[in-house]
């Protein structure tokens, strides 16, 4: 089948064609990164556990200083994009920036702007991670948070590129297991699901926290743990997850090669199963 390459963009009220120029010169999420965003997977023209996505929008939003985004308009926007977007596998992008400001690290004058965007994703795969030399650092003024400067992560991502893996893996500054540039990290261990906790620096992920709630249920042991980044190094099974991923599992760490694990398996079909049953948990 030939690649999608289909761009819808909703911005100021309507549908756009995604060629259209729609942001100024002087946003402050182009000039500086003073922005926030989510994406939400797209599931047959319905976005995947959207209220999650937009309660950690608000606490990115927050923690930047930015005002909050009109919280009907974003649904609204990002209903009109799903419904845009239609069938097949897809990722809708919410972005809320400080908008206008000064090319400098002034605060922007505003108003915010949104801008709502979907794309194809490729289907889940197993994947291969490279640890990077570079850190998390988990004392940032924006640790946790999911802003739009996210120039770290696409140079690590080309990095572990360069090393034939699929994803980049980051310790923090104390030298423990954080998370990829897009993605949670879980390892096994003595048989659990162990993943850093949110003191790590990594982001919240929507996907881990549904995880971490869907095992327990079904009565596997996961648990947030303080790992140093050897347990990934090390480890037998590892899996990582995000909402255009799912639960996938690594195999590969730095050019080793590791099996899917067992816990891995079980809740990459438990989160298979109850993402299907259950558009916004
Ligand atoms: C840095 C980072 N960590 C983790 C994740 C996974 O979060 P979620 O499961 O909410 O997609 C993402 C998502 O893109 C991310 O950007």
Redesign the pocket.
Known sequence: MAEDRRVVVWFDGRLREHTEPLVRADDHGLTVGDGVFE?CELLDGRPFALTRHLDRLERSATGLGLPLPDRDEVRRAVETVAGAWGEGLGRVRILWSAGPGPLGSERAWGPGTLLVAASAVSPPRPVRVAVVPWVRNERSAIAGL?TTSYAE?VRALAHAREQGADEAVFGNTRGELC??????VFVEADGMLLTPPLESG??A????ALVMEWASEAGIDVREQTLPLGALKDARHAAL???TRGVVPIVGVDGRELAPGPLSEAVAEIYTRRHLETPDP
């Open positions: 994406a999911k992560n998370e990829g540039t897009g993605t949670n990594c982001l992920g929507v996907t881990r997850t995000s909402s």
